[in-house]
């Protein structure tokens, strides 16, 4: 799958499974497009200890990127999660906080300068009821540190999109909404904030309406935003049955079926590719079979039906 309408198709990396599993490797380079880092971008990642950088991880996606002509998403500059201890004992001043984000953000947007298309530059800094999270960085920053995150990533790669992530933002409702009057006040502003990712983790049967979807790109769009496919799997409420997994391939063909119809959508993402690999029986243990490979590297149902969606697509 892949290149199909410059549509880039992709996956996020496991950078454990990436230098163990020959067969996971065959299998990312043959059929995606474009690839994201699980883990290896993250903050606590990169910047373990204060004042030394470990680039190994990051660096061996980028390569595997390169060597197969594959293009790159570049998951999270700023997020609540994934932090070193150092960095959240709350011993630093506002000051030293922003000196420390705009430093991790030049280093890191700086060093892959030219390899990432896209980075999520701000992650997930709404919840649910629409408020702003807490988070080290609106403690001591308040809400401007999204517009200066954005700002420093374009100072540090001025060719990259730069995007505002998030979760359950896909439909319609409070959070989607309280999204869509952040990124518009970062337009209004002159941010250079290019696009939105919507994550789209979904839940099998319970998931917003694909028209509801529609809509909120239509807005994102009219706002001049391009719009991402960033984390996308699928849980199935256990069990997993031959149903529930036919019902999984109709939504993927239904989302990547509204990613060919939309205007400036050109990233769909995948959070992983294998239930060998997914977050999924960790993160919600009473769901499984989030993606579209099964834990054996066997297609299943939903990669057919997103092969035979691009199929048709490229025919037209
Ligand atoms: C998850 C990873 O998949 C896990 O391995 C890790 O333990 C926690 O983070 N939204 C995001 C991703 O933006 O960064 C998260 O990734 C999944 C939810």
Do not use: C
Request: proline share 5%; hydrophobic share 40%.
């Amino acid at each position: 799958m892949g290149e199909e309408r410059g549509l880039y198709i992709g996956a996020a990396v496991s950078h454990q499974a990436l230098p163990a599993d020959e067969t996971y490797r065959e299998i990312l380079g043959r059929e995606f497009s474009m690839v994201t880092a699980e883990n290896a971008m993250k903050f606590r990642s990169l910047a373990p200890e204060e004042g030394r950088y470990d680039f190994r991880d990051a660096d061996a996606l980028v390569d595997f990127a390169s060597e197969h002509g594959m293009a790159m998403r570049g998951p999270t500059l700023v997020w609540h999660q994934q932090y070193p201890e150092w960095l959240t004992e709350e011993r630093f001043s506002a000051d030293e906080i922003s000196q420390i984000l705009r430093r991790h953000i030049l280093t890191v947007a700086g060093r892959y300068r030219g390899a990432v298309r896209s980075w999520d530059v701000v992650n997930e800094a709404v919840e649910e009821d629409g408020s702003l999270r807490d988070s080290i960085w609106l403690r001591a920053l308040g809400p401007d540190f999204m517009a200066k995150a954005f700002r420093w990533a374009h100072e540090a790669d001025p060719q990259a999109r730069l995007y505002y992530n998030d979760y359950s933002g896909e439909g319609s409702g409070v959070k989607s909404d309280a999204i869509y009057l952040l990124v518009k006040q970062l337009v209004d502003q002159g941010v250079p904030i290019d696009g939105v990712g919507l994550q789209m983790h979904l839940v099998l049967d319970a998931h917003a309406p694909i028209e509801d979807m529609k809509a909120n790109i239509r807005r994102l769009n009219e706002l001049g935003l391009e719009v991402a496919i960033t984390e996308m799997d699928v849980r199935i409420p256990k069990p997993v049955t031959p149903k529930k997994l036919e019902r999984q391939a109709q939504l993927y063909s239904d989302v990547i079926q509204m990613v060919l119809e939309a205007q400036n959508l050109r990233e769909f993402v995948l959070w992983g590719f294998t239930d060998r690999y997914s977050w999924i029986p960790e993160s919600s243990p009473e769901a499984d079979a989030g993606l579209i490979f099964d834990r054996e590297f066997q297609p299943k149902p939903a990669y057919q039906a997103l092969h035979d969606r691009l199929k048709a697509a490229t025919a037209q």
